[in-house]
């Protein structure tokens, strides 16, 4: 059976897995006791990476307890900001995992916030147990058309292209630029970087949407911290 054509309760993704980030690199013939060349920008990126581990180690709150919403919320922020830093260094491939894994942590917490509503659109009580214990806490690959799908008819408008978006992501991480077009649908790592970076702008824009509904200081400074990442490699890029 094609798993993508399977009835969703059939699904057993498998869970998530976290990339490792690149070692800073270290400068060189640097004299005694001088600052090396981009001191400021490695402690910061230094810094960046420390709070990225802790949010993005740190065990998720059950789907039942009501700080799962913020906490996947702040996952989605936290990976679009290191989908920035990636593009930044380079590192196209990286930054396209990282922006895919911030989009589907962005749909975990809304298929949270929204559950009782998609429930209703469920076919069936296994689809609605299905909804519950495999959807929200792991937002399985081969279902996420379909749930973008529920999610817009439940209000969320746009969110299908946007999630097929994040697939083509998903898929350049592993395939690279191909210009046949039959593993990747970019032809041009340019082409991924340019998608890579509107995802992660869609994600803030999604998540600020949501401030009346579940909010914290600490959403508000990632959420401060990546739209000032958006708009430094805007400038970066001019």
Known sequence: MNPSSAPLSQINPQP??????????????????????????????????????????????????????????????????????????????????????????????????????LKSLAKSDEERRWLESTAVPRVPTTKMKTLARMLEEVGHGAISAWTDKALDLHDYQYHGPDPDMALSKYTT??????????????????????????????????LKELKEAIEALGRQQK
């Open 16 to 117: 998530t897995r976290l990339n490792a980030l690149p070692s800073e690199k270290q400068e060189n013939n640097q004299k005694p006791h001088q600052k090396p060349h981009g001191a400021g920008r490695l402690l910061r990126q230094g810094a960046e990476t420390s709070m990225a581990v802790e949010v993005l180690e740190k065990p998720l709150p059950k789907p039942s307890d009501e700080r799962y919403v913020e906490a996947r919320l702040l996952e989605a922020l936290v990976e679009a900001r290191l989908a920035l830093r990636f593009l930044r260094e380079g590192l196209t491939r990286n930054a396209a995992g990282k922006a895919f894994q911030a989009w589907k942590a962005l749909l975990a917490a809304l298929l949270r916030l929204e559950v009782e509503k």
């Open 189 to 222: 790592r340019e082409e991924a970087a340019a998608d890579a970076r509107k995802l992660a702008a869609e994600v803030a824009r999604r998540a600020e949407a949501l401030r009346a509904r579940v909010w914290s200081d600490e959403l508000e400074k990632a």
